[in-house]
């Protein structure tokens, strides 16, 4: 298309300065002096013709063809003038008056042809004829008449005619009076013809004369010559405005010159930069991930060096605000420039996210031009776009008082096409930072394996003596009350256990991750439910101070387990206190845009709820903050390394990140950040008691360990039960069918294989429909909810019992009826209602 333009932009120029030249060569000035050479012959030719005519007159002429041919002569150049000079309509009257009178001319000529030939044949008879008469008189007669015939044929005038007349009627009077009338009358004769031709002759001379073309010769003349100056008037005025085109033809070609020119070196420029745009890409695929950064502000110089520009930079704008820059010597970057250019180059860049300013000083008036001054810009180009991790990455060229030297639109082009390279190498230099991310993350993911094999080949049976030796230690904590010494050995003995088993449980928890449920939680009441826990549990030298929430912040997932969160976290600030300090527990739900790269972990962008837990303890160094959530690493020889490394796995899995801040002698902050629930409705709370005794309710303990039976028989009496045991599946069976409304409860110990236990446990569900169904069992994990739902089993609990955990359940059960039940510490998830169940702790086997 842009061919044909300029195809058709050459053809019209063609034209008209072809128009232009032939109107400028006055095409009609030929003809106009080929009509006034035919005015000139016109004229030449009718003065021959008078000439040859009074020769004619005078009897000179021998012949009469000169006059024939200057005739025809007239004529042909009457048809010249019609075929040259014929323009208007003036000039065509004047030429058809001049053929109307050479028409005139031609027929006057031929009388006068014929009498003057009469004439002069009567002449010579004159001639002939004098002196022949014997009669004096009578020749005195004739020679009178002669001289005066001789003298008309000089003199035409009236006064001549009439003394020629007089002459011829005296020489007829005298010959008659001779007798001499018969010699003369000849004579009489031609003279009297003479009397008659030569008045006419001359007359038709008179004529002829009077038709002479003077005037209309003059008048023509005029008209050719008016109409050849205007003529040559026009074609001088072609003639300037073929030189004005000429000239304009000219600038035209030196300016296309120019602008080749100027092509040429912008192609050159675009070849090197091409070139240049090519050495660095090479460079970021053979360079090192570490030396990425390095190859960057290599490429930077280069790109400076070649545009000449007086600073470049690369600014990559996510979580954190990274630079590469250079500049020229004196050319420093000031005070909030580069990053400012990226809020800037959004604002203005065009749809290919390009921007560029020639001259500040050229630019509207505004906050850009202002901004842009006070940076102390002359010129500004700049190339702007987003990665696939969401950051946005500006590649800026400035110059200082002067205007921008990157101004072909070639290399606003290759702009963009660097800014995609620079673009590139850092998305390659971070994914390489996440595959070794990656690695770190599966190095502790194989270890993690490793724990969960080596713990569950020992939880099993450690379990197993941790739990004998809490029923002992509970069995004689009840019987031991009134010896104060024994009470505090056996309750110390009981921590000891405790904490072996909170242990193992934490140990568990990391050799077997669990699916988060994915319910919604209300944060505001879960952390007021936990902070009352934490204020009986603390010591009064720490004071914990929650700013109010504000309402509806909700999220998806256990709520047992942001529990635990909350409380390690609490735990550990608790630890880092020495003395007497604060804790500061503060919620806020916050719009995150962008990618955020936290401390330990990244998030999306997205609507977050964000729980701070802050202390006023001894903060940390560098070096313990990279690795506090490393499992088992501790600063305190009391700790077991499991608490921080819990809390990170639980934020993990419910799609969240920690950030921690920390300085030695500052304290500690940590930020988790949860997804916030868009609209979620929570489900109904339900006040559950404290933690009130069994006051005297059945409960039907079926155990095939009749030690463990016993035990469990006096744990059930302490708690306020009427424990019922029965060693077999038999005696519990008989003991139903005898009377089912005896037993509010059915504990069924799992001592053998499960099939029997859930056999058992289905049996009496159908026999006792009323009566709630809770399985203690040492391995909860071979538990499956389908078996459990098929059973009518409504909790599980560990096995030995433990009192604390078999009264809540119990309780529970009691207060929520069968079929839900939510056990926070136990270890176990199981919610008939949706045919799930779910393990969050881990002391089975």
């Known amino acids: 298309m842009r061919a044909v333009r300029w195809a058709a932009v050459v053809l019209g120029l063609t034209v008209l300065l072809t128009w232009f030249l032939w109107r400028a060569a006055n095409p009609e000035a030929e003809n106009y002096d080929r009509a006034l050479t035919e005015i000139d012959r016109f004229g030449m030719v009718e003065d021959a013709l008078y000439c040859d005519l009074f020769v004619a007159r005078a009897g000179l002429l021998l012949n009469?063809?000169?006059?024939?041919?200057?005739?025809?002569?007239?004529?042909?150049?009457?048809?010249?003038?019609?075929?040259t000079a014929q323009v208007d309509s003036r000039t065509a009257e004047t030429i058809n008056w001049l053929a109307t009178s050479v028409d005139h001319q031609?027929?006057?000529?031929?009388?006068?042809?014929?009498?003057?030939?009469?004439?002069?044949n009567s002449l010579s008879f004159f001639a002939r004829f004098a002196g022949k008469s014997d009669q004096p008189d009578l020749d005195l007669a004739v020679r009178s008449?002669?001289?005066?015939?001789?003298?008309?044929?000089?003199?035409?005038?009236?006064?001549?005619?009439?003394?020629?007349?007089?002459?011829?009627?005296?020489?007829?009077?005298r010959a008659t009076e001779s007798g001499q009338a018969v010699l003369v009358e000849p004579f009489l004769a031609h003279g009297r013809l003479l009397y008659k031709l030569l008045p006419s002759v001359d007359d038709n001379l008179r004529k002829m004369l009077a038709l002479r073309h003077k005037q209309g010769h003059e008048t023509l003349r005029a008209l050719i010559l008016d109409r050849q100056l205007s003529s040559r008037n026009t074609a001088r005025l072609y003639r300037a405005m073929l030189y004005g085109c000429s000239i304009t033809l000219i600038v035209f070609l030196i300016h296309l010159g120019l602008r080749l020119r100027s092509r040429a070196n912008a192609l050159h420029r675009r070849a090197a930069l091409e070139h240049i745009i090519a050495d660095i890409s090479m460079s970021f695929l053979n360079a090192t991930p570490q030396g990425i950064d390095a190859e960057i502000e290599r490429a930077i110089a280069s790109f400076g060096t070649f545009a000449g520009s007086d600073r470049v930079y690369v600014v990559v704008a996510g979580a954190a605000t990274r630079s590469y820059i250079w500049h020229r010597p004196g050319r420093e970057f000031p005070p909030g420039w580069p990053e400012g250019a990226l809020e800037l180059a959004s604002r203005m860049a065009d749809g290919e996210g390009v921007v560029h300013v020639p001259d500040v000083c050229r630019m509207s008036a505004g906050d850009e031009r202002s901004f842009l001054q006070g940076?102390?810009?002359?010129?500004?180009?700049?190339?702007?776009?987003?990665?696939?991790?969401?950051?946005?990455?500006?590649?800026?060229?400035d110059a200082v008082g002067c205007k921008c030297r990157v101004s072909h639109a070639d290399e606003l082009v290759l702009l963009r096409m660097a800014l995609d390279t620079f673009i590139h190498a850092i998305e390659r230099q971070t994914v390489e930072e996440e595959r070794i991310r990656l690695q770190k993350r599966l190095q502790q993911a194989r270890r993690m394996e490793r724990i969960g094999t080596f713990t569950s080949g020992i939880a099993h049976n450690f379990n197993n003596i941790l739990g004998g030796i809490l029923g002992h230690a509970e069995v004689m904590e009840e019987q031991a009350r009134l010896s104060s010494p024994l009470a505090r050995h056996v309750a110390g003995i009981r921590r000891s256990a405790d904490r072996a088993r909170d242990l193992v449980n934490q140990i568990l928890m990391f050799g077997r991750r669990c699916d988060v449920r994915r319910n919604p939680v209300s944060l505001g009441a879960l952390v007021a439910e936990t902070t009352s826990l934490l204020r009986v549990a603390q010591p009064s030298r720490i004071e914990i101070v929650v700013r109010q929430p504000p309402?509806?912040?909700?999220?998806?997932?256990e709520d047992v387990q942001l529990q635990q969160v909350i409380m390690n976290l609490c735990n550990n600030a608790a630890n880092a206190i020495p003395e007497t300090g604060r804790i500061d527990i503060d919620l806020e739900s916050h719009e995150v845009l962008d990618q955020i790269c936290l401390s330990h972990d990244k998030i999306e962008p997205g609507r977050y709820v964000r729980i701070s837990v802050s202390d006023t303890g001894v903060g940390m160094d560098t070096q313990t903050l990279e690795r506090i959530f490393e499992p088992f690493f501790t600063t305190r020889s009391s700790g077991n390394g499991l608490g921080l490394a819990t809390v990170r796995e639980i934020v993990l899995d419910h799609g969240g990140g920690i950030n921690v801040s920390s300085r030695p002698g500052e304290g500690s902050r940590f930020d988790i950040w949860l997804p916030q629930a868009a609209s979620a409705v929570l489900p109904e709370e339900k006040v559950l008691p404290a933690h009130r005794m069994g006051q005297g309710r059945v409960v039907m303990l079926v155990a095939g360990d009749r030690h463990r039976l016993m035990a469990g028989e006096e744990m059930l009496a302490a708690l306020g039960f009427e424990a019922v045991g029965f060693a077999t599946a038999d005696a519990a069976r008989t003991a139903s069918k005898a009377d089912p409304d005896r037993f509010d409860f059915v504990?069924?110990?799992?001592?053998?294989?499960?099939r029997e236990s859930l056999e058992l446990a289905a049996i009496l569900h159908h026999e006792l429909r009323s009566v709630s169904i809770v399985l203690a069992t040492r391995a909860a994990f071979e538990v499956g909810a389908d078996a459990l739902l098929a059973a009518g089993i409504s909790d599980i609990v560990r096995w030995p019992l433990v009192a604390e955990e078999i009264a809540v359940a119990l309780t529970h059960i009691s207060s929520a009826g069968a079929g839900c039940r939510i056990a926070p510490n136990h270890g176990i998830y199981w919610d008939s209602s949706r045919n799930r169940h779910a393990v969050n702790g881990g002391w089975q086997g």
């Open 375 to 397: 940076m102390g810009l002359g010129g500004w180009a700049c190339a702007i776009n987003g990665d696939r991790q969401g950051r946005t990455v500006a590649f800026g060229f």
């Open 64 to 83: 009469y063809d000169p006059l024939v041919s200057e005739i025809d002569g007239l004529h042909q150049a009457i048809t010249r003038l019609r075929a």
């Open 747 to 754: 504990v069924i110990a799992q001592v053998g294989p499960l």
């Open 551 to 557: 309402a509806g912040l909700i999220v998806f997932g």
């Open 145 to 173: 008449a002669g001289t005066a015939i001789l003298h008309l044929t000089l003199d035409t005038s009236p006064t001549a005619v009439r003394e020629a007349q007089k002459r011829l009627d005296e020489l007829e009077l």
């Open 106 to 120: 031609e027929q006057l000529v031929e009388d006068f042809k014929n009498q003057n030939a009469v004439l002069h």
